[in-house]
């Protein structure tokens, strides 16, 4: 006899040193449904989530009231370990791949497979040998199943951030045991088309009676792609609805407690005959994103979209300039010709980059939000430095300040400006990253994936400081983005990559169905020959 439920979480409450994150919270999740869990940053979904798989932060806190039932059995997980055991795996937000390692270990790590042997059989497992043909075949039919013209053997830390995220999904869906995986925002680094591909193969697993518990801020898939879901907010469970009878807007509201709209950009401004940045003949040799080549020249006081597919070379354009990877050709700052290379001379010009991999590049996770604010104008700016006896010291009073400041602007969840990024949910850590280029008031400001995983309000927020920076600052605002969408409300021109090139630059109001066709590298007949 079938079990009614896959997953019951029953009143689960959990505080840190008496301020309570999750309060008194139930869901339960059927065989072969798709639950959504959706909730502003900081709402409790990841806790939620932690506790589900007795990662060590939950147990190293005092633990967890409530109980988890899974499969009508009540379970105790202390480990990610023992939830694998149970049947329970996670694609997280942030990403759990070692790069050193090969797809196909990163696919079966925990589960290798092993070769018999004498020696096996007398002294166990741990004197058996990969058997590494058998792990590659069977990761390589992960991989065709998701879609993926990936070699199993590839290095994991050569690929962009979108296929590292399609790595995570094979990961979960090659356990044979699996009954439940939580998806905590799986689709946020990728584009439109491999999001719907992703989820078309969700969904087809969930058939299979595999249950799903889907995190997303992409309201639209939630929409589409769950059966129902459950709404979080500070902690508290707002409800719980059957998806087909709630539309976007009002998912929206129960999240946030209001409504949000994305403003649209200005049918036309006249741009200014300065160049604040220009390529000429530009490529970058940045792994599974290579840029071949690149000329564009953005105006002096323009916010400049760059679009395209995963692995087309757009996430080069912003990594290339400021000196991450390799490159050849012209970079040009208000004229002048730059050393892509020397990456400190470049933010010396007043310019300032957020990037899409904000733990890897973009954060110092085991220092303060203060110190992650304030270190790039301390160090680059000398910002936050008082004087005395003619010796600089760094102005705690201030800089504290400004990031108690900056917490609120950004409504940033956290315990102060002294708590330690890393402990941080993702949306508020990109936050953070928003927050210290705003500190720098530069006159350019590189930003990719600048919403990646983050709730709908706090998207219009980071946005809205944007074109904030752009129009009352005067800062010149290059955006990279897979979320076409906000690139139109917000952009004056958006240039489209494919296969390694600029294959076209159009204004935000030009009709959807020529970015559908730049993007698959295809120029509209009507744009040939201008």
Do not use: W
Request: with cysteine.
């Amino acid at each position: 006899m079938s079990c009614k439920y896959t997953l019951e979480m029953r009143n689960i409450s959990k505080h840190y040193t008496g301020n309570y994150v999750l309060k008194n919270v139930s869901l339960n999740v059927k065989p072969g449904e798709i639950l959504a869990l959706v909730g502003e940053n900081g709402a409790g979904k990841s806790t939620l989530m932690n506790i589900l798989l007795g990662m060590s932060v939950i147990h190293s806190t005092g633990g967890f009231e409530g109980e988890i039932c899974f499969e009508d059995r009540h379970v105790n997980i202390l480990n990610p370990l023992e939830a694998m055991k149970c049947g329970i795996g996670m694609v997280h937000q942030e990403f759990m791949l070692i790069d050193g390692y090969e797809i196909d270990e990163n696919v079966k790590i925990n589960r290798e497979n092993l070769k018999p042997g004498l020696l096996r059989k007398v002294l166990g497992d741990k004197a058996a040998t990969l058997d590494r043909k058998k792990m590659r075949i069977e990761t390589a039919k992960t991989l065709d199943e998701l879609g993926l013209d990936l070699d199993a053997s590839t290095n994991t830390g050569s690929l962009p951030v979108g296929y590292k995220q399609f790595i995570e999904i094979a990961r979960e869906l090659n356990k044979t045991n699996i009954k439940l995986i939580v998806l905590d925002e799986p689709t946020a680094v990728l584009t439109e088309d491999e999001a719907e591909k992703f989820l078309k193969c969700v969904k087809e697993v969930s058939q299979k009676g595999i249950s799903f518990i889907f995190i997303s801020h992409r309201l639209k898939e939630v929409k589409q792609y769950s059966d129902r879901l459950v709404v979080l907010r500070d902690g508290e469970l707002v409800g719980e609805y059957n998806t087909a009878s709630v539309s976007v807007e009002k998912i929206s509201e129960l999240m946030i407690g209001r409504s949000v709209e994305f403003g649209q950009v200005e049918a036309s401004r006249p741009l200014s005959p300065e160049i604040a940045l220009e390529l000429r003949g530009f490529a970058v040799d940045m792994p599974s994103e290579m840029l071949k080549e690149a000329d564009l020249k953005i105006h002096k006081g323009e916010i400049f979209g760059i679009a395209g597919l995963a692995g087309h070379g757009k996430a080069a354009i912003a990594n290339g300039v400021i000196g991450l990877y390799p490159s050849r050709g012209k970079v040009l700052l208000d004229g002048d010709a730059i050393d892509p290379s020397n990456t400190l001379a470049t933010l010396n010009r007043n310019v300032a980059f957020v990037s899409e991999d904000r733990r890897g590049v973009g954060l110092l996770l085991d220092e303060s939000i203060e110190t992650n604010m304030v270190i790039t104008s301390l160090r680059v700016r000398n910002r936050f430095l008082k004087r005395r006896l003619g010796i600089r010291f760094y102005d705690h009073a201030e800089a504290k300040r400004f990031t108690e400041r900056m917490i609120e602007e950004f409504d940033i969840r956290c315990t102060g400006p002294s708590q330690a990024v890393g402990r941080l949910s993702g949306g508020n850590q990109q936050k953070v990253c928003m927050a210290r280029a705003v500190v720098a008031e530069p006159d350019l400001l590189l930003v990719s994936e600048p919403t990646r995983g983050i709730d709908v309000g706090a998207k219009k927020r980071i946005l809205d400081t944007l074109v904030d920076l752009n129009r009352n600052k005067g800062t010149t605002v290059v955006v990279t983005s897979s979320e076409l969408g906000e690139l139109r409300s917000v952009c004056d021109r958006i240039a489209v990559v494919s296969g390694g090139r600029v294959v076209g630059i159009l204004k935000p109001y030009d009709e959807g169905y020529k970015f559908g066709l730049y993007m698959s590298g295809i120029v509209p007949e009507e744009e040939k020959g201008e």
